[in-house]
């Protein structure tokens, strides 16, 4: 990839002032330096328990500092020499031991070197030198590919039915495939989702069907939300997975109080919350890691950097090394990972799932990858973004390709059973299209429901004069709607 980067000067001149934090996965050499090996470190036998920590807590102005049994230690500018030590006075604040300092000194506002990126996998497919990962068994890789190429491939029928007038609206994952699914093979099925609108993949591989996304997209009398929500707007407890939230960063702080509940509870699960790197610029998303540090709630962010936001590039979001940099201002550990590398992804939320439950660690976690569809059905990218950096995202670090090379090496797919599953998909996504379009609309008397046990006054009124308006004017009102 370098090499053809190489080659492309002016797509690099393009990308660097626009997405600077790109650079890190530009070179392959800093990618490589930058493993970590979190298998070898050992798990804390002493971890604390909640009450020990309510113990210390009821004592305002110790200070304590919980020491990471896992992340690896980190040099900073605050390392003072050994000299320098036994010369300086120390202020004990309840943040912990502050060192005093002659010099003036301001905290740069960056550092030089971006935070390096955890791969495993380079752009071929081959795991790189001195990887160390959890080995996956040959049940869930396959499944994790074919659970990405479903996923593109429901995009692209997806996108036509749209485009052919017969859904209103739809998001397509395209470039972004490996974070969701990988991620969810990593957690287990008691683990809450919080999901922003780009994340179907979850849901996929959950086990929800073709049919299930079908009905829902048309809003048919089998879709769970009753067809009260946008197409894509997804929820269902079956599943632990909460509503699609598109107001930008609402579920972030939800899920920080729903892990909450989970610890008090002393379950043996996380909540994980999927969002972009626009919904890193609401203030939610900072109100929700600092509430989930001081809470010590296991709760996994999972923020898909995908250099967009809508028409926004992250240059005109913030400043800083991207958003991983921002865990450690709030007290919450972080890694930066390839979000197009499903097993990097697989092997950094395992780790992270095992912090957050075991060591009561909120986890932040900063996916790198790129939009390579437009924003929405709404939208075109074309407008604000030359075509040849979407065509180099999603020719030469497509995660699907990428995935699937490492996975035949290993002998476990194969020419043949690649378009068995292609044939095979599409038929079954374009029968699930006629038997949605098949079933009724739910019945308008659902828009009153579910929320209040008994209607009250003002919906009842609301409710009659809707069906007062659509009896006076049906030409205005789908025929398919039953009053
Ligand atoms: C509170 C709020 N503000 C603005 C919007 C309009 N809006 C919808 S999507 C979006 C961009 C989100 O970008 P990002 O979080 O990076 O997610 P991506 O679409 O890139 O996956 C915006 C601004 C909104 N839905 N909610
Ligand atoms: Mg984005």
Redesign the pocket.
Known sequence: MAAYLLKSKNLINHLKPRIGLFGSIVSDCSLSSCLTHYQKSKFDPNLRNPDEISRIKSTLFVPRRFESVRAEKQLSSHDVDDDEKENSQVLEFPIGKVTFSPEMKFEAESSEQCVPCYRILDDNGQPIAHSNFIELSEDVAVKMYINMLTLQIMDTTFYEAQRQGRISFY?TSTG?EAITVASAAALRIDDVIFP???EPGVLLWRGFTLQQFTNQLFGNKDDYGKGRQMPVHIGTNKLNYFTVA?????QIPHAVGAAYSLRMDKKNACAVTY????????GDFHAALNFAAVTESPVIFIC???????S?PVSDQFRSDGVVVKGRAYGVRSIRVDGNDALAIYNAVSAARKMAIEEHKPVLLEALTY?VGH??TSDDSTKYRPADEIEFWRTKRDPITRFRKWVQQNRWWSDEAESELRNNIRKQIVQAIQNAERLEKPSVTELFTDVYDALPLNLREQESSLRETVRRHPQDYPPDVPV
């Open positions: 998001v972004e922003q609108y780009r598109s107001t930008i960063a609402t969002f972009g790197d626009g919904g890193t610029s609401e898909r950097n995908n250099g967009w936001a809508i926004t939009r924003h929405t």
